[in-house]
């Protein structure tokens, strides 16, 4: 067994919850980072040996102490959990801003907790990796400014090279690809519509010029990360198990489900009533996506085959169709 400590935040979540499974399985010593150690959902996670700690990311002494003796981290931050919380639509009303906008400033700053605290164990830490995404705003030259849930994370990631170039000397970085299971936010952005005649209906993406990144956190995350570690520091890699078009994707969906799918290409629409903050996020996003690809065509970013990630273990797009439920869809 390993005597090397890896700390994990989000361990219950889908990316941390990878990484802390795989890491467990492999002999290292978790400690999983969480808001609710005892929760009795976390069973399965103490019967495989990992250690949960509670500690808050807007709280940056018990960031200081989760990481004591760590050797490596794995950091992720979520923009989605503020744009769903209705403290954050109230500072939005109360500040002028759009609620992204407050999400954004929330990220960053538990971000930068995250980074200070890291900074603090340079004495133990060997690895420190952040699951980010790549810059729009750089990328597109200022073109693409909505698409903040991408930016915010290239943010923290200047702040780590510019406050702390000593512990940005020991990063490497995991841009997480498109999520399978993004049909699961019962947007037509994401997934098919389902009409009155059972038939479905997909806002096509037939014009993009790049493929998407498929992942599935829950099984992929941890084989990239166990990668990064073992690659040299300073190392981006794109989180996909499989890159494909969009259209195909669900194209090979409708094939496997028997259903009828008719594509159409009239760029983003979505339903009467959806706010204006959402609208502009998911249009920049899907511009910038069909437009300069998930890495704004970064030249620095790795496949996982070119890094080592053990190909044979991510997911399987095929498998993943047949099995996955698609309730609330189908």
């Known amino acids: 067994m390993s005597s090397k400590l890896i700390v994990v935040i989000g361990a219950t979540g889908g990316q941390g919850g990878s990484v802390a499974r795989l890491f467990a399985k492999d002999g290292w010593r978790v ?89 603090k164990h340079l004495s133990t830490l060997e690895r420190f990796v952040f699951s980010s995404l790549s810059d729009t705003k750089k990328w597109t030259k200022g073109r693409i400014v909505w698409n903040l849930h991408f930016d915010d994370k290239a943010v923290i990631l200047d702040y780590l090279h510019d406050k702390h170039p000593a512990l940005a000397a020991k990063s490497s970085f995991l841009q997480m690809g498109m999520y399978m299971s993004n049909y699961r936010m019962q947007s037509p952005v994401f997934s098919p519509v389902k009409q009155a005649d059972g038939t479905f209906t997909l806002q096509g993406r037939g014009s993009a010029a790049h493929l998407a990144p498929l992942v599935d956190p829950q099984n992929d995350t941890g084989y990239f990360v166990k990668a990064l570690i073992a690659a040299d520091a300073g190392t981006t890699v794109l989180g996909t198990c499989k890159e494909m078009a969009y259209d195909d994707f669900w194209r090979h969906w409708a094939e496997i489900k028997g259903v009828e799918l008719k594509i159409e290409n009239v760029g983003v629409k979505l339903p009467e009533g959806t706010p204006e903050w959402m609208r502009l996020e998911m249009e920049a996003t899907v511009e910038y996506c069909s437009e300069y690809g998930w890495t704004g065509g970064d030249s620095d970013v790795k496949r996982p085959e070119e890094i080592g990630v053990e190909m044979g273990k991510l997911t399987d797009v095929e498998t993943w169709l047949r099995e996955e439920k698609f309730e609330g869809l189908l």
């Open 31 to 119: 400690r999983g980072i969480t808001r609710n150690p005892d929760k009795p959902s976390n069973a399965a996670l103490r019967e495989l040996g990992i250690e949960l700690v509670a500690a808050d990311l807007d709280n940056p002494e018990s960031l200081v102490k989760a990481f004591e003796g760590a050797n490596a981290i794995f950091a992720v931050t979520d923009f989605w959990q503020f744009v769903m919380d209705p403290a954050v639509h109230a500072a939005a009303a109360q500040t002028g801003k759009m609620p992204n906008e407050v999400a954004f400033d929330r990220e960053v700053e538990q971000g930068r907790n995250i980074v200070n605290a890291a900074a």
